[in-house]
């Protein structure tokens, strides 16, 4: 195993966060595509303690970097750095870990080789394993993509993590979130100026309209019906769509979006090997405790679509997060719904 | 009043349908504009009886013409040919009646003016008193923008309409239906062969990604769990992306489809001359009686939504579809929903 840029992961030992970058070498995809010189971005936040009994995965969401997620993490929390060893994962595609964006030709851009979840939580596993020397996880937890791997740690790795707890996602993309996608997909590859993924500059009206669309997936009708973007602090609905989903995206490569989105679609723990390319036998398989938590106005992951995936894990506590927020009700901006998830999360940990 | 092409209308007359295209002269619009040389097309079905009073005004939805529409007319149907005179009303922006792309140059295209639902409810109140001579409408119904524009007709023409049964339709357009209507219209113009409506050529790339984004809104989530594309005939999802969804669009015009777009996206019966900008004011004026349905699954004319409306409407029946084909329950695709709207359509003519 070559590390590389890897000091400030070593830090984080006697640290209370770090950044850092796992070399995964040449890194063969399960498809059988080799990613050359791949890397694993992750940041650390607390310590590892002596027995090495404390860690927590929680990988990234979908178009997020490590420092967009830090909202459940800190003193007091369920995730708290002064108990646990908290390793945010950067997911493969997001322009941190390698992505079309940062890898070198001729992998690059629209030439990145297809990654799925299960190869995420491949290199996730050896970064906490080989870079961390840690065998036992007391939680993987994660949002919405974040959920997707937070599921596939526990299928993939029955022994080893104790809980998990994924949170607005599902274990394998329903038809209905898979046609979301492809709406969002062809409205930003419908700017010519996308050139295929062989751009030079980046199609910005088309992740303009990607961003677009997106908004009316990621809240609620009652989100808007109620006007509570003003509670983020956007003074109209315009303001609203530019000011936060536009911004959302405009900051990240086309590629890495459609990278990451071609992951999302693949989504599948039943392909996990020994499964059997059964759902049921996968998530019928985890040991962890599980907490499963669904918003209650989710529109593209359903409470109802995750309460069946709940209802085949043995060990399962399902919960609804009762919100408008939609999808965003897992992402850390209304009190409320940070409120319960973090509560819940302090029952498993406390378990 | 000038009429052109009137002769096929005349005709209605006296035969069982027949399609006509009436001439609204040069039409100003509520906003002052003039649309010169304005037409409204429409086809009727059935006989006006001696004293008519057995008219049914029937406006078109989103994006179809009266051809879309005629799955509720028919003999034995609440909408029967044999008892009343029915007129399906072309919305302005069609491709039917006056459009950007059946309109002569200067108002043309991307210069075709901003048209209201409250403008088409005008156009077409002309032709059903001028043209036919009617006082009394038995019925005014629609679905979805067809909904819309039967709401208008409540409000705008209290004392005429004797019945109204908007079905998956606000008189109001909500945040959040905006918000889907923005996504699918930033998908379209996303293309840059759209060229701001000066295209030459149709911007199909733009138009097949107004489909997908289209796609995900129109049915629900269990539509697309169950797999109920196989009930039309289609035997994948992407078979039936391609063969319901972007056959449904590429078949218009750009510019009609944005133009209609506008229309929806400002639809407010509150705005109706004589009700202070108030839609509680609007709605509680409506002296008709009135059945409002919803389908139950409808992601962008919620159940909530309407049900709000139809509390403020002195005598309304409020119903419930009991189905999962989301949007596309009132439109006549799936057997049970036909026969819901059907027999509630027959008990309000009933009455």
């Known amino acids: 195993m070559k590390r590389k ?11 209370s966060s770090g ?25 650390t936040h607390g310590r590892l303690n002596a027995d090495k009994s404390n860690a927590i995965v929680y990988p990234t969401s979908y178009a997020a970097h490590h420092s967009d997620i830090e909202w459940p993490i800190g003193p007091g929390m369920a995730l708290d750095p002064e108990k646990y060893f908290i390793i945010v994962l950067d997911m493969l595609g997001n ?15 629209a030439n990145f080789p297809n990654v799925t979840i299960l190869d995420n939580v491949i290199a996730q596993h050896r970064l906490v394993t080989q870079g961390f020397g840690i065998s036992r996880v007391a939680l ?18 029955p022994d080893m993590v104790e809980r998990v707890a994924p949170f607005c996602g599902t274990a394998r993309t329903t038809a209905h979130n898979l046609v979301f996608l492809e709406g969002i997909k062809a409205a930003l590859t419908a700017d010519a100026a996308w050139q295929e993924g062989w751009y030079q500059e980046q199609p910005t009206r088309g992740i303009r309209a990607f961003a677009r669309v997106y908004a009316g997936w990621g809240l609620s009708q009652p989100f808007y019906r109620q006007e509570l973007y003003r509670q983020l602090g956007f003074s109209s609905l315009d303001d609203f769509l530019v000011g936060f989903w536009e911004r959302r995206f405009l900051r990240r490569d086309a590629n890495n979006l459609l990278a990451m989105l071609w992951t999302w679609q693949h989504n599948d723990a039943g392909a996990t ?12 398989s985890i040991r962890a405790k599980a907490l499963i938590m669904a918003g209650q106005t989710d529109l593209y992951f359903t409470p109802e679509d995750i309460e069946y995936e709940a209802s085949l894990i043995p ?37």
Not at 273 to 284: H, I, W
């Open 5 to 15: 840029n890897f000091d400030a992961a070593a830090s984080a030992y006697g640290s």
């Open 19 to 43: 950044e850092g970058v796992f070399d995964l070498g040449d890194f063969v995809l399960r498809s059988g595509a080799t990613l050359p010189a791949a890397k694993l971005a992750f940041k």
């Open 95 to 109: 322009g941190l870990s390698s992505s079309p964006s940062n890898t070198a030709a001729p992998h690059d851009r």
């Open 140 to 157: 993987a937890v994660g949002w919405s993509m974040g959920a997707q791997q937070a599921f596939q740690w526990a299928v993939s790795h």
């Open 273 to 284: 090997p020994g499964c059997a390319a059964s759902l049921e036998r996968a998530l019928g």
């Open 315 to 351: 060990h399962a506590d399902f919960r609804v997060i009762p919100s408008v927020w939609g999808h965003q009700a897992g992402n850390g901006l209304n009190p409320a719904d940070t409120r319960f998830i973090d509560d819940a999360l302090k029952g498993l940990l406390a378990a």
